[in-house]
């Protein structure tokens, strides 16, 4: 097990991050939605209806999971995963991108956005110049 090429590389370090900030927001959910941009608002605050935290706390455990998945997948060199995260990683940046464009969400949640698609883009550059490469070689 071990990460060959770019696009490898590309998968484990989303892989780290997305593994890194599901465990942060596992432990204190609140300090993902301030890096999110979202208002902080102290627990004992919250209405009984308020789901914010559950919701953050799904979100950070999907998180840690996926996380984990891109690192196997970069360990173990799996290629067709590679590939596919590119679109739907494309889809995601297209999703967050609207939900601010729309007022949805605040303006320091396109740093997400931003981040998909700088990866989704890294990976698809990656995987096409490893495809020239094997072509020629």
Aim: net charge positive; aromatic share 14%; glycine share 8%.
């Amino acid at each position: 097990m071990k990460i060959r090429d770019t696009a490898g590389w590309t998968i484990f370090i989303f892989g780290v991050l997305a593994f890194l900030l599901g465990i942060v927001g596992l432990i204190r959910p609140e300090i993902l939605l301030s890096i999110l941009g979202f208002e902080v608002i102290d627990r004992a605050s919250r209405a009984s209806s308020d789901y914010t935290i559950v919701f953050m706390t799904a979100s950070s455990m999907a998180s840690f999971n996926i996380g984990i998945y891109y690192v196997l997948a970069a360990l173990n060199d799996v290629k067709i995963f590679y590939r596919w995260t590119v679109p739907f990683r494309t889809v995601t940046f297209i999703v967050f991108t609207t939900t601010v464009i729309l007022g949805i969400a605040p303006l320091k949640f396109l740093g997400v956005a931003i981040w998909e698609f700088v990866g989704a883009i890294s990976t698809g550059i990656a995987l096409h110049m490893e495809g020239k490469k094997s072509i020629r070689g």
